[in-house]
């Protein structure tokens, strides 16, 4: 059975630091992995994807990588501003299946 | 502009009472899925629909259970909403299944009085 780890559960940073938000899963027989951001009380925003023959991903401020060999992905923040404050989810597609199977999440907090 | 809706964003329902979630997409998508989230953990699949073909995973309570009359919208039905059943619950739309990307709508979140 897949299992997806998000380390760390929570993170506090100050304003303009980079950062790094790790996630690892047990299955490295995945069409795709995906990264999303969580508002609270909110519903998903898709950040990066990930296809399996890729090794990494690039948007704004963002950069996610994935090494499947070792069933682990990060995600990049650069600059950090208080407005990046969410819960972060990684997500994996297990080859032959549909549906995505989610990490708990890393609740990150960007202090001005 | 809005690609995957979900009405209403909140609802508040009496325990045993039936109650159906909404879940509309502008994307043309063939997959929509509904996931179940509690506070503070990971999403779960509850079922998903590959255009017409049904697909409900083993561990989804039968007091859950889902109907897509056409492309564009899908609903979840609980027949008998307990206390634990409290969640959001989020609707996603893929436009085929595997490699492809999950659009997720903004989510109902439920309350059982």
């Known amino acids: 059975k897949q299992e997806v780890t998000q380390i760390p559960a929570a993170l506090s940073v100050p304003e303009g630091e980079n950062l790094v938000l790790n996630c690892s899963f047990t299955d490295s027989a995945i069409y795709n992995l995906q990264w999303f951001r969580q508002d609270p009380g909110k519903g998903l925003t898709s950040l990066l994807l990930i296809q399996s023959s890729q090794r990494e991903q690039t948007s704004g401020r963002l950069n996610a990588s994935l090494d499947k060999s070792s069933g682990r992905s990060t995600l990049y923040i650069a600059a950090s501003q208080p407005g990046d404050s969410a819960t972060y989810l990684c997500?994996?597609?297990?080859?032959?299946?549909?549906?995505?199977?989610f990490g708990s999440g890393t609740r990150l907090q960007v202090q001005p | 502009d809005a690609m995957v809706i979900q009405n209403p964003r909140y609802q508040v329902t009496q325990f045993g009472k039936p109650v159906t979630l909404s879940c509309s997409q502008t994307l043309n998508h063939n997959v929509m899925y509904w996931y179940q989230q509690k506070s503070s953990q990971a999403p779960k699949l509850l079922f998903h629909?590959?255009?017409?073909?049904?697909?409900n995973e083993a561990d989804t309570p039968d007091n859950f259970q889902s109907r897509r009359p056409n492309t564009s919208f899908c609903f979840l039905d609980i027949r008998s909403p307990g206390l634990g059943d409290a969640a959001m619950y989020l609707c996603?739309?893929?436009?085929?299944?595997?490699?492809?990307?999950?659009?997720f709508g903004p989510g109902t979140r439920l309350t059982v009085t």
């Open positions: 996603a739309t893929s436009r085929a299944a595997g490699s492809y990307e999950q659009y």
């Open positions: 629909y590959y255009d017409k073909d049904f697909n």
């Open positions: 997500a994996v597609t297990l080859t032959g299946r549909r549906a995505l199977t």
